[in-house]
């Protein structure tokens, strides 16, 4: 019989099940029907990841205490959560789809703290945070000062500090316009499978 083992994440709860196929199943979706049960929680997990699976025999999952997660989301939506993406392993956020045009720099900073904001809870990020993640979208030698410099003026983004110890954070008017771009280009990314 395959063991397998699940853990999600979703807003301050969490679920690590571990059993069969259908207890697994069984399990997420009582934890699907928890979460809608709690008023201004999403009903949609942050992140789900199948950890294992074995030909093992069946060990039945033990309840896990409630451990408040470390990302609190506050405007979790399926299009947020299709691009972008905290990785535990490299501690980096990922966009999965980059925005174009002339602002394209600026703009991925602003889906960059957005990202920063909602899955780790972070209002200020370092700039050597928002340039590690550039680097990992494909954007080398920036100097962030003066890509930001035109949001800076729009009052989009803050920046306090100076050079490398700079942190930027968004404005609300920076994060109604981060929410935007994010909207738009979650339609070119497909439909996660069920």
Excluded at 70 to 96: G, N, Y
Excluded at 167 to 191: F, H, I, M
């Amino acid at each position: 019989m395959d063991n397998s083992r699940l853990r999600v994440k979703a807003s301050d709860y969490e679920l690590e099940a571990e059993g069969s196929r259908d207890f697994v199943r069984e399990q997420y979706e009582a934890f699907r029907r928890l979460l809608g049960d709690v008023p201004g929680k999403s009903a949609v997990p942050q992140s789900r990841e199948t950890v294992e699976r074995s030909s093992s025999p069946q060990v039945p999952a033990s309840p896990l205490p409630r451990e408040k997660a470390v990302a609190p989301a506050k405007s979790e939506t399926k299009s947020f959560q299709k691009l972008l993406v905290w990785d535990d392993r490299t501690q980096q956020m990922k966009i999965m789809v980059l925005p174009e045009g002339p602002t394209k720099v600026a703009d991925t900073v602003l889906l960059l703290l957005l990202g920063y904001r909602e899955l780790r809870g972070t209002s200020q990020v370092s700039a050597l945070d928002l340039n590690q993640g550039l680097r990992s979208a494909s954007f080398d030698d920036l100097r962030l000062d003066r890509e930001m410099a035109p949001y800076l003026k729009a009052k989009l983004v803050l920046r306090s500090g100076v050079g490398k110890g700079s942190r930027y954070r968004l404005t609300a008017r920076g994060v109604k316009q981060a929410q935007e771009l994010v909207q738009s280009l979650a339609t070119l990314l497909p439909d996660p499978l069920p």
